[in-house]
């Protein structure tokens, strides 16, 4: 256990994986090598999960969750409290790896850190939060109950671009709430998306058992997660069609899916545009674009829209794309090279729909990962704002006026994260609320998302809601349970 007066001991041992209660190899015969996206750096290679690993895992959880779900909430509360603690004493370490396994440059390193951090400050207060009902009832002398209770054990799914965070936002309340877990991480951050995760709840004191972190092939363990009889939720953060296919397999199980985005980030005439270009260039560049709530698109008022250009333009040749651990970085490496070649093919469609690029590059660094800020002109049917970009690229489109701004803002499948300017605050609620959008902000960023209290989306950005009182209906499930308190008469 770590101390205030001492500096802990670095967590090793990442080349094994918590199953069912040991760290150990995978079976599946099969070692996965887990890269620094910025130089190719080996950091860890891992012996891969199969799907009697999996099976193991599920199995050891549904037996340690009985126990789990019995703990007086204090219990349940104060792992999590020290879980915060141990977090708050290895502050250093945990940045460290975001930064040399996700690419994460100073700034999203320290963000992910904080809001993990936030995950069990808010988790220790679920215990506490799985409040009851007393249902009136027409027959004399009977009582109806409603009790809250955890599902049993819950399969999380996380992404590799905010990795601790997206995995500790279903890990923890669902712990919190008396389940087990078994996460799979993904594979170009298994350590920030999993192990470095358990080990600080194998530290806090979290039992043996009640969560396993499978890191295995999608032929291996892939389907196998979502279909396995044992878990009755599945929380899944990622693409929308890799979510549909986990919707078509889950069968009778609850599903929590935050999928993609294409989020509009609109400017009308009245806007502050100094306030709407920091707001845009935050929100669309912050950690690579790699973010599922990022600004995808700008939608700018014609009477504003050159001028609104010209400065987010110059303040984005500004950016400095390079090396995340030099403190003055804006824009790491994108995750791999399949997910460049993607961004870039993207681009490259957008030039030949019609779009005018007005800022860009070739990819820079050792291993050739870094993709410097582009800034393209264009319509909403330019594949860079037609599609989920997932990186440093923004398309700029030239609405009419409001109504057309609303028209273009909507005409996506996507439904997650979206932002509007105006000085007109009920102006901008009023338009806020014509956006088919999970979430909308009225001047500001979609990232500035600190309270993070009702994360979720609509159309084909997923099911369900993360944070908050979400969480805990999310991860619980309602027992109603009657008492007949008087002698009752039957009619046969």
């Keep these: 256990m770590t101390t205030a007066t001492s500096a802990p001991t670095r967590y090793d041992g990442f080349d094994r994986m918590p199953i069912a209660g040991t760290w150990r190899a995978g079976n599946a015969g099969a070692t996965a090598t887990d890269t620094d996206p910025y ?22 959880a549904k037996q340690a969750q009985r126990d789990w779900a019995a703990r007086l909430p204090s219990e349940r509360a104060d792992v999590m409290r020290r879980a915060a603690r141990i977090m708050e004493a290895r502050k250093d ?24 951090l936030r995950d069990f400050h808010e988790a220790s207060s679920y215990p506490y939060r799985m409040e009851g009902r007393i249902l009136p009832a027409d027959i004399e002398g009977k009582e109806s109950r409603v009790y809250r209770r955890p599902v049993g054990v819950v399969a999380v799914i996380s992404p590799w671009n905010v990795p601790m965070h997206l995995s500790n936002r279903s890990v923890a309340p669902a712990l919190a709430t008396g389940n ?3 996460l799979k991480p993904a594979g170009d951050t298994p350590v920030t998306g999993g192990l470095l995760l358990a080990k600080v709840y194998e530290e806090a004191g979290l039992p043996e058992g009640l969560l396993s972190v499978v890191i295995g092939r999608g032929r291996d363990i892939g389907d196998a997660i979502v279909e396995h009889p044992v878990p009755r939720v599945v929380s ?18 609850k599903l929590s899916l935050e999928l993609g985005g294409n989020g509009p980030l609109v400017v009308l005439d009245d806007a502050d545009l100094d306030l709407a270009v920091d707001a845009a260039v935050f929100g669309k560049f912050f ?11 700008i939608v700018v008022d014609d009477s504003v829209h050159d001028a609104f250009v010209e400065r987010f333009v110059e303040r984005v040749r500004g950016l400095k794309a390079g090396d995340p651990k030099e403190d003055d970085t804006v824009i790491g490496p994108i995750i791999n090279s399949s997910q460049l070649e993607g961004i870039q093919d993207k681009v490259a469609q957008a030039r030949q729909d019609g779009a005018e690029q007005l800022l860009g590059g070739d990819p820079t660094g050792p291993i050739g990962s870094v993709l410097p800020p582009h800034v393209l002109l264009g319509t909403n049917e330019v594949a860079t704002a037609r599609q989920e970009v997932f990186g440093p690229v923004v398309t700029i489109i030239r609405a009419q006026d409001e109504a057309d701004a609303l028209a273009i803002a909507n005409d996506t499948e996507y439904g997650l994260s979206s932002a509007v300017f105006t ?18 902000h009225v001047n500001d ?11 979720g989306g609509e159309k084909e950005s997923g099911l369900g809601r993360f944070g908050g009182e979400w969480a805990i209906d999310e991860f619980t499930t309602d027992h109603w349970i009657s008492v007949q308190h008087t002698k009752r008469q039957y009619p046969f």
């Design 93 to 116: 370490e945990i940045v460290e790896w975001h930064i040399r396994e996700s690419g994460a440059a100073a700034p999203a390193a320290e963000f992910e850190y904080a809001i993990t």
């Design 445 to 455: 960023s979609p990232l500035n998302d600190e309270n993070n209290t009702a994360f």
């Design 287 to 297: 950690h690579q674009g790699q973010v599922c709530m990022i600004t995808n698109r």
């Design 180 to 182: 087990a877990v078994v």
């Design 39 to 60: 130089t190719g750096e080996t950091l860890t290679e891992i012996p891969l999960a199969n799907a009697e690993d999996l099976d193991e895992a599920y199995r050891t």
């Design 236 to 253: 899944f953060t990622g693409s929308t069609p890799v979510g549909k296919g986990i919707a078509q397999k889950a069968g009778l199980k």
């Design 423 to 440: 000085e007109n605050v009920l102006r901008g609620v009023d338009f806020a609320l014509q956006v088919e959008a999970g979430m909308t």
